[in-house]
Every structure is written in C-alpha cells, then in structure tokens.
C-alpha cells in the first residue's frame, strides 16, 4: 500500500500555460497568454515597489480598502464583492464549496480549461456541451442539466474562442436552470467587449433571489481579472461580485490572507490609473480588427472575438503546426489550441502595434511562402 489521492485527482491533466522561450532565439514576443498589451499600470508598479518595505506585515485579511476602489470603480456594493489570489482561486472555492463528489459540472466543449481541472479535483463529474459554431449553445446547456448538476460556468466572452453570448441568451440560459444550480459568469474579458447591451454579470447576480413571473431567479456570480486589461497577471489579482448568501460561503473557506499586500495595493493604484482602460480598449479594438483583416486577407479564417485575442483557424493541424514553427522562428510565440480540442487553431493575444505588425508579417509571408 502507498498513498493514493482521490481517485478523481488522478483525472487531472495538468494546466499547461502559454510558453515563454524558445530555445536560441533572444528577443521573445510573447502573445500566448493574453497578459495585455501594454503591461501593468505605471501607478501599480510604484505601488509595488512602495509595498516592498511592509513586507513583514500581514495584509488585511478583508482587502477593505481594495473592495472599496472596485466598488466605485464598477459601481458595485463593496460589501458583496470577495478578492481572490486571481480569479482562479475563487473559481476554485466555489467549486469546492457548491460541487464535489457526486454532483456535475456544466461547461461549454470549449469553455476555459481550468472549470475542468479543478471540478475534477472537486470531484465533480464534467459535463462539456457541443458548441454551434464555436459559440455556447444554451439549449444544449439547459439540455445537460440533471439531478446532480450544481455549478454551471460560461465565460462570456469565452476562452479561446472569443465568443459572446448577447445578454437576452445569458437571461434566458439563467431563467432556464434550476435554483440549485450556480451559474458562474467569469467575465475575464469584460472591459474589452464592444457588443452593444452587453453586461459582465452584475445584473444577473443582483437579480439572484428576485421574484420574475412569479417565480425565483437563481443564484448567479460574477468573477473578474486583473491578469488581462491591467496586466497584472503575475500579481495574482482577481476578484467575484455575489449575492451575500454566496459571500458567506465564500469567507469561510478562503484563506485569511488569500491575496498578498503588494497586489492589493497595485489593484487599488491600477484602477487608479486615469484613462487606462480607455486607452486600453482603444487600442485592442483597433489592433482587433487590423489584425483580423489582414490575417482573413492572407487566406486564414479569424473567429469572431470580443476579447484581446484571436483564434486563427489554419483548417488543419499540420497547417497550424508549421504557421507556429512560422512564428517562432521570428521570436514570436502563441497558444498553440490541441488541448483545447481546436488543433487546427492557434490563438493569437493582441499585443502592442509593433508585436501585431509583425504576427501580421510573418503570417502573410508564411500564407504566400
Ligand atoms: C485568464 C482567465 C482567467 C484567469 O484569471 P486569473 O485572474 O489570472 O486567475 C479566468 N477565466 C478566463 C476565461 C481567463 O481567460
């Protein structure tokens, strides 16, 4: 006899991030893990550094003042929202906390990768829906539900499709799932949507427990990043907006000090930063669209996205592999998309103007080569 973990760990394929080297070549661009384009907010390095001399003391265990700055900055009731060693970790608890040994998980075949990873680790059994047109198909979600379903997730937009649900499908996908089923809106990319009507999830959440057509709405959660439009994915920085029901849940199994004081104080210096998002915005749109005209002039189909990366479809996985040998041999690396089941892909994470000039160079050379 030896240890053995839970049978279900050992279903587990373990994250494999975007790649950061590529052996013998020297200046890397890398635009694999849609970090954004422009690195973390001046003001948040700053705040970094000023932190380094606290270090000794423990952070507030509550991140009163960081809820606080989210709270104005989104209009959001600080005391509804939870911080989290990014958005990850409260992925995680909440799995933990609503799923488990025997109840399932409900995704889209192509939803985010970690909702399987860690209900594997929960236990949970993981139910993945075809998509239509690499877009989550709500009937086909509502379909999958059964006795056992307790937590479904949809990222809107999606990664790494890039796929947007209009608010009316989310409403109706809700009002469709039965009041034990949590229904998690990760909204990873929420700032760079440009889809007119769209909501990252807050009005979902407060309508949780509201009475329509005489009957409850269920019980919904919004989780949101600092890793994508303020850059600060290696600070571990995320956060959920839930009804208080859900927030108690979520302070009991959290650590006490889940999120460290160097990435609360870049947190509340990032939102801080006047026009960051604006600026940010403007240029993924921009870039969005170049780089999808030039790739689609080049002979490559582009999915539609409304976040700060491309899914390039080369139409087979041979074609895929050696536009990424492409890529690579000019320092530039992205995600390559077997794992995701989409092998003839890859996506691309709008970078800076001159980190998309060149994708767009060395994709059309590789097209005409
Ligand atoms: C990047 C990403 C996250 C993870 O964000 P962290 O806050 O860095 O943990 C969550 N969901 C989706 C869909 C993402 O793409």
């Not at 890398?30 to 003391?57: C, D, Q, V, W």
Request: proline residues 5%; charged residues 20%.
């Amino acid at each position: 006899m030896t240890v053995m973990p839970r049978p279900s760990i050992l279903s587990v394929e373990p994250y494999v991030g975007g790649e950061s080297k590529i052996p013998g070549v020297n200046r890397i661009v890398k635009l694999s893990s849609n970090e954004g384009a422009f690195g973390p907010p001046p003001g948040a390095i700053e705040a970094i550094r000023a932190m380094a001399t606290e270090a000794h003391r423990y952070p507030d265990g509550n991140g009163t003042a960081l809820r606080a700055a989210i709270g104005a900055r989104f209009g959001l009731d600080p005391a509804r929202i939870v911080v989290g060693n990014g958005s990850d970790e409260l992925l995680a608890l909440l799995i933990l906390a609503y799923g488990g040994e025997g109840t399932e998980l409900v995704m889209s075949a192509h939803g985010f990768m970690m909702y399987d990873i860690t209900g594997r680790w929960a236990g949970c059994r993981i139910i993945k829906v075809p998509e239509k047109n690499l877009t989550t198909d709500v009937d086909g979600m509502l379909a999958a539900v059964g006795p056992r379903t307790r937590l479904m997730f949809l990222a809107n937009p999606n990664n790494p499709t890039g796929s947007i649900l209009p608010q009316s499908e989310v409403e109706r996908l809700r009002a469709g799932l039965p009041d034990e089923v949590l229904l998690v809106l990760d909204s990873a990319y929420a700032e760079y949507v440009t889809q007119p009507g769209y909501d990252a999830g807050a009005k979902l959440v407060d309508a949780s427990g509201t009475m329509v057509n005489g009957r409850a709405i269920g019980t919904t959660v919004m989780t949101r990043t600092f890793s994508k439009i303020f850059g600060m994915g290696g600070m571990r920085l995320g956060w959920c907006y839930a009804p208080a029901s859900v927030i108690d849940v979520l302070g009991r199994v959290r650590g006490p000090f889940n999120v460290n004081a160097a990435a609360m104080a870049a947190g509340i210096a990032a939102l801080a930063e006047k026009g960051w998002i604006e600026k940010s915005v403007a240029h993924n749109t921009e870039w969005r669209a170049t780089m999808r005209d030039a790739l689609t002039a080049a002979g490559i189909k582009v999915w539609p996205s409304e976040g700060n990366f491309l899914l390039a479809d080369f139409g087979t996985p041979a074609k895929a592999k050696a536009a990424d040998d492409a890529l690579k041999m000019r320092g530039l690396i992205v995600r390559a998309m077997g794992g995701y089941g989409l092998a003839s892909c890859l996506r691309i994470t709008i970078g800076t103007t001159e980190e998309c000039t060149m994708v767009i160079e060395a994709l059309t050379a590789f097209m005409h080569g």
